[in-house]
């Protein structure tokens, strides 16, 4: 049943994020081969009317909105739809599936977290093609030697190795720490959703509305405690630590957010259990 409530989640929400993301590849294709070619220069220098510049401009806002709405609109998306199907009249249905509440959890939080990963690579990857077709001309992308730059790149990365190996070894908790930190942030960060939505529902009215202020309030509560257990970091910094006092920092940050997670999952897990207030 868990598969079933997967795939049903995923054919849900594949449509709106997909089309959102070939929408910024198709205007990163675009853009890549206006500037290839160099059509806009001409466009521009006997452009009398001023209409290839207002193309331009919208081009580039259009652009920049739907960058924008890949980083920041797909995961209010996933906030609403969690909401919507969980916590209002859709929440007869779905709390009544032969499920446990973890495994409705479970499958919104799983098809979030991938298109959390998803996104800021095709965002970040478009970006990267776009800034090397605006510095390199054509004849020199085509005429690049793919194999010299993989050896290039082999041994850049060789030369990273033999520096960690032979010195960076003693940092190796704290690399592993961070590994670890940068896996669970994507979890955390639903789940912190997850636990807004979980409180605000818990009012008798607009509660969509209490969800995003407890979120607002949740983040300055989260911004203030960060930059409290920041400071050992930012001293330790200025003071050029040993590795021993980084391994120490990186650990402990890795603790406290997972320890963090753990409490936003099972707490998830018992507004979904014993609070569940429906509209």
Known sequence: MFSKLFKYEWKKTYLPCTLICLL???????????????????????????????????????YFFVGMT?????????????????????????????????SLLWTKLLVAVIWQVITPIVLFGCMILFVMCATMELPEMLGIDWGEFSREFGEAFGEIGITLSESGVKYIPAIIAG?????????????????????????KKYKLVMSFIILYLMNLAMNFIGRIL????????????????????FVVGFLLLAGLTVGEYFLNVYFLEKKVNLE
């Open 230 to 249: 920041s400071l050992p970091l930012i001293i330790a910094g200025n003071r050029e630590p040993e590795a021993l006092t980084i391994n120490i920092i």
């Open 24 to 62: 910024f590849v198709v205007l990163t294709g675009i853009g890549c081969f206006s500037v290839l070619v160099g059509n806009y220069e001409k466009l521009l220098a006997e452009d009398k009317t001023g209409l290839a510049s207002i193309f331009m401009t919208l081009y580039f806002m259009a």
């Open 70 to 102: 890949m980083m920041v609109v797909i995961p209010y998306f996933f906030f609403y739809r969690y909401y919507k199907n969980l916590y209002t009249d859709q929440g007869y249905l779905m709390h009544t599936l032969p499920v446990s509440k973890k």
């Open 179 to 203: 590994i670890l930190s940068f896996l669970i942030m994507p979890f955390q960060r639903y789940l912190f959703f997850y636990v807004a939505i979980g409180i605000g529902q818990l009012f």
